[in-house]
């Protein structure tokens, strides 16, 4: 396969999306721990004293900063389980197996990709709704304390 040939350029696609993923989750897994960090550190600071809803609004997205976390670590490892399977059904069809022994493989992969994409929306909303809820507390402390 050429460069340009057409069936050469969806495997390179292919393979750019899938790097692209990984990099995106990764990302995201990075900032929630990022995110946690600083909230921890913001609440440890004798300065910040938050009051009513905004202790609220911290609780709340160190909780949902959590789960974003651990549906970046869910999606990670989930994705690590598709590549087992499909490097299965590869070796499968190297050593000429039929289609009906490596069908089972296939549609495990194929829900687990799907799991996959799943895993990673839930977990940028769930990062997305973390620093929103943060960002609020913090602006209404320093309204408040004004």
């Known amino acids: 396969m050429t460069k340009d040939d057409p069936k050469g350029s969806f495997t390179r696609w292919q393979s750019i999306t899938i790097a692209q993923l990984t990099y995106a989750i990764n990302l995201i897994l990075s900032f929630s721990v990022a995110a946690l960090a600083f909230q921890v550190n913001t609440l440890l600071n004798e300065k910040f004293k938050p009051v009513s809803w905004q202790k609220c609004s911290f609780f709340l997205s160190l909780l949902i900063l959590v789960a974003s976390g651990g549906l970046g670590i869910w999606c990670v490892i989930n994705r690590l389980r598709s590549f087992?399977?499909?490097?299965?059904v590869a070796?499968?069809?190297?050593?000429?197996?039929?289609?009906?022994?490596?069908?089972?493989?296939r549609t495990f992969y194929k829900m687990l990709d799907k799991k996959t994409w799943r895993l990673f929306w839930w977990q940028i909303g769930t990062f997305g709704v973390g620093v929103i809820l943060f960002?609020?507390?913090?602006?209404?402390s320093v309204i408040m304390s004004q």
């Open 135 to 140: 960002i609020l507390g913090i602006v209404a």
């Open 91 to 105: 070796r499968m069809r190297e050593e000429g197996k039929s289609d009906e022994e490596m069908q089972p493989f």
């Open 84 to 88: 087992r399977a499909t490097s299965k």
